[in-house]
């Protein structure tokens, strides 16, 4: 028990809080005693007042009023977090992207050269924000691709307390920008559990998309859990959009309560795929990649040197054979993988503008000098997930459909605007993580997990344009926050004791730059790719490339490689054979480690994971053949619906007084289909990737009153992504029918879900223009799958996960 200290105090004193990372004083009603009150015990419980005895208020003294607040003079903070950007890429750390605001405040503050991330989305954003690694939060991979083994299951469990909700109870104002995909999608709906949204794990307030990925020009988005309707602007962007409504949040907050700080995670969709920007961002970039990936490396390692975040003498390492010789391309090939680097270019610089913009806004308050902020460069390395030649239209990829060079260029124009749907060629994702040679989805390649840092605080850190060398890992993140507010970390939060943070404070960096690391161990496992980080020394191996969707043998045969990272920054040079019990030591190591974090069983599984039921996660529709679904039901993404592909079905809507307007459709311009009424006529239209639509139309419209609008698509068979037969019925009497090529086997949109009643985000058809609301009564539309052949079960199911592994592993 602590010891108790006896104070005189006012009649109306309020809550004292002491200045310090554990205690706070309490008043301890009518007796007048102050006792401390441990913060490691979240929420602080209020204290016990006594009931009172007092007939009349008049002659009554009240008790004091309990509040918690935050030490005093703990900064605002404001964690930005870059999508799919690689050590390479941001002029700030010598790339070729100029980033005003990021070198901004790197020249007034510190840059970190060995700061590292999970080298894939989900991952870091839950090792972020638990200060856990991301095992222990159970997001070994993203939930897309969760399973029943603990460390796998995409659900964050209670022990595992987000620092948004460890510094909301300790007197923070919270609130989360942009990208969230730490919330397993099934979960993602109506029925929830909610319990792992933003708003309910430590944010006062989010606004953002729930998924990995989204369309730019058009999201959908979420305000707390309340779905947002888009503005008609046809200027919208997201970018502009999320960081509008982070200033205005910000400067409320600042209004109402300027004593009051905040905690904010700024976490934009950029530069994740789809690569959408205006097109004055694009220009800027005009034959600025002309040149090539082979001479953007030697230009940035040259960068990179004289800048200091790379030391002198360090070499590029080999790139992966894959990834052609930028001499060895055809003038088309050089022509298109120019200007997609263009437009990753702009949508870069174009981000980092609109981070200015909030940073200015910060400052327009005067509290700039004691907001600490984390800027850091990427999730994780440049993603490769565009293949060798890139895309027009992500989502043929996720359906097996190749896009070839003349193709894309077809769309050269186009590229980063609405009309597109785009990502790089692969060569671009590895000159984007120089030094190193490997991208995104390799945790075994520091190009999959180093990330360029940058802190600012002006009033903590007295260094400005100093370069900090400690290794470090993205769940230090957390315990440097901590440290900095004064707050301990918690023992409990919300009644549960809380698995131990397993980062460790930057803070004894800040004002030294020789300190020694303390942050010495670390393990690295997505997918079966893996490493082990301990004193300088990294063992690693490669289990498979971003663009390989099958390993490249068994997790028994791999081969480790072995680096001596403080003489080869950019592992260039295997040690394996030079210095073989180092590698078993370390192999041991990584043993021991996974062993400690729920690592183990290694799991390569890469079509068997996409399958809910092979692997024990949760589905939502449960293997079931029938949904009812109602007016107003809007944005329900394909982890919540029925699924339509590979398969006969009927879909029975029930409508009364309707002259146009979407029924039910699901996804939108780059692939998805409508069922809908246009000057009064039933229509179905199927969308096949943005490329082709197939409409089978009534020539009558409907009749007055109540009607029954029937759809039925009777199925080819023979395997997967094959076509059909559509007829529409009304009453029960045969209007319209027509042949569909060709269907999608595999997924209809990233971000885009169905919505009954309209037709919003993206148009399905070219006929009409979102947002394309029925304006009669929908009483209900009935979705009923038909029985399929085992033969055709077996196809469908296997090209489903093949598709969806690309998806999930490209989030």
Not at 108 to 122: E, I, K
Not at 195 to 206: A, C, E, L, V, Y
Not at 683 to 698: D, I, P
Not at 771 to 795: D, M, R, S
């Amino acid at each position: 028990m602590m010891k108790r200290i006896t104070v005189i105090v006012a009649t109306m004193l309020t809550l004292v809080m002491l200045v310090g990372p554990i205690s706070t004083l309490r008043v301890v009603a009518q007796s007048k005693v102050v006792e401390p009150v441990d913060r490691t015990i979240l929420p602080i419980p209020e204290p016990t007042v006594p009931k009172s005895t007092v007939f009349n208020a008049r002659n009554a003294t009240p008790p004091p009023r309990f509040e918690v607040k935050a030490p005093e003079g703990a900064p605002n903070v404001l964690i930005v977090l870059i999508d799919d950007m690689g050590f390479g890429m941001s002029e700030a750390f010598g790339g070729p992207i100029h980033m005003p605001t990021a070198t901004r405040l790197a020249n007034d503050g510190l840059r970190y050269n060995q700061f590292h991330t999970t080298a894939l989305c989900s991952p870091t954003r839950a090792a972020l924000m638990s200060g856990r690694n991301h095992h222990t939060a159970n997001f070994g991979s993203i939930a897309e691709t969760a399973t029943s083994f603990p460390g796998q299951t995409g659900q964050r469990p209670n022990s595992v307390a987000y620092l948004a909700e460890m510094v909301r109870l300790n007197g923070y104002s919270t609130a989360q920008f942009g990208k969230n995909h730490e919330t397993a999608p099934w979960e993602v709906s109506p029925s929830g559990p909610t319990t792992r949204w933003p708003t309910r794990s430590g944010f006062d307030k989010f606004y953002g998309f729930m998924g990995g990925e989204t369309n730019q020009w058009a999201p959908f988005l979420y305000d707390g859990m309340t779905p947002v309707e888009l503005p008609k602007d046809p200027n919208y962007h997201f970018m502009t959009d999320m960081t509008d409504k982070a200033i205005s949040w910000m400067s409320a907050e600042k209004s109402l309560t300027p004593d009051k700080p905040f905690f904010m995670y700024f976490a934009p969709g950029a530069t994740h795929a789809p690569h959408h920007v205006p097109k004055e961002w694009i220009a800027k970039y005009k034959g600025k990649f002309d040149q090539g990936w082979d001479v953007m490396r030697a230009e940035t390692l040259a960068r990179q040197i004289k800048l200091g975040v790379v030391p002198a003498g360090t070499k590029l390492a080999p790139k992966p054979e894959a990834i052609k010789d930028w001499n060895t391309l055809t003038a088309d090939e050089k022509k298109l993988f120019a200007r997609q680097m263009e437009v990753f270019a702009g949508f870069g610089e174009y981000c980092d503008t609109e981070i200015g913009r909030l940073i200015d806004a910060i400052g327009d308050t005067g509290q700039l000098d004691n907001t600490l902020i984390f800027y850091i460069v990427g999730d994780n390395g440049t993603s490769a997930e565009g293949g060798m030649s890139g895309l027009y239209n992500e989502m043929t990829y996720f359906n097996g459909q190749r896009e070839a060079v003349a193709d894309i260029l077809k769309h050269y124009d186009n590229l980063g605007d609405a009309t597109t749907y785009p990502h790089f060629a692969a060569g671009w994702a590895v000159a984007g993580d120089s030094p190193f040679a490997w991208t995104k989805q390799v945790p075994a390649d520091y190009g999959g997990t180093r990330n360029g840092l940058i802190i600012h605080w002006p009033k903590g850190i007295t260094a400005k344009n100093e370069v900090r060398s400690q290794w470090h890992h993205v769940i230090d993140v957390a315990p440097t926050v901590l440290e900095a507010a004064g707050l301990p970390e918690p023992k409990s939060v919300n009644g549960t004791v809380q698995t131990p943070l397993e980062g460790v404070s930057m803070v004894y960096t800040f004002a030294n730059a020789k300190a020694p690391d303390r942050h010495t161990t670390q393990y690295f496992e997505i997918f079966g790719n893996r490493a082990i980080y301990n004193d300088g020394w990294l063992a690693r191996t490669i289990h498979r490339a971003a663009w390989e969707f099958k390993p490249r043998g068994t997790l028994e045969a791999d081969v480790w490689e072995l680096f001596d990272t403080r003489a080869d920054f950019s592992l260039a040079n295997d040690l394996a054979k030079q210095n073989p019990a180092k590698l078993k030591e370390l192999q041991a190591l990584f043993l021991s480690e996974a062993t400690r974090y729920h690592v183990l069983p290694l799991d390569d599984r890469t079509l068997e994971r996409l399958n809910a039921a092979n692997v024990g996660r949760p589905e939502l529709m449960g293997g079931r053949t029938t949904l009812n679904v109602f007016d107003g039901m809007l944005g329900m993404s394909e982890n919540a619906f029925i699924n339509v592909k590979n398969r006969s079905h009927t879909i029975t809507a029930e409508v009364e007084n309707g002259t146009n307007g979407a029924i039910l459709a699901q996804a939108g311009r780059f692939g998805g289909w409508s069922l809908y009424v246009k000057d009064g006529k039933p229509m179905y239209t199927y969308n096949f990737l943005g490329l082709q639509e197939y409409t089978v139309a009534a020539t009558e419209a409907l009749p007055a009153g109540k009607a029954t609008i029937r759809f039925e698509f009777v199925y080819d068979g023979g395997g997967t992504g094959k076509g059909g037969v559509g007829t529409l019925f009304v009453n029960g009497q045969k209007v319209a029918s027509g042949r569909i090529e060709q269907t999608q086997c595999c997924m209809f949109s990233a971000d885009e879900g169905a919505d009954v009643g309209t037709d919003d985000g993206t148009a399905v058809s070219a006929g009409y223009a979102v947002p394309f609301k029925f304006n009669g009564k929908i009483k209900k539309v009935t979705i009923e799958l038909q029985p399929t052949t085992p033969a055709t079960a077996i196809e469908a199911d296997k090209a489903r996960r093949k598709a969806a592994l690309k998806v999930g592993l490209s989030n």
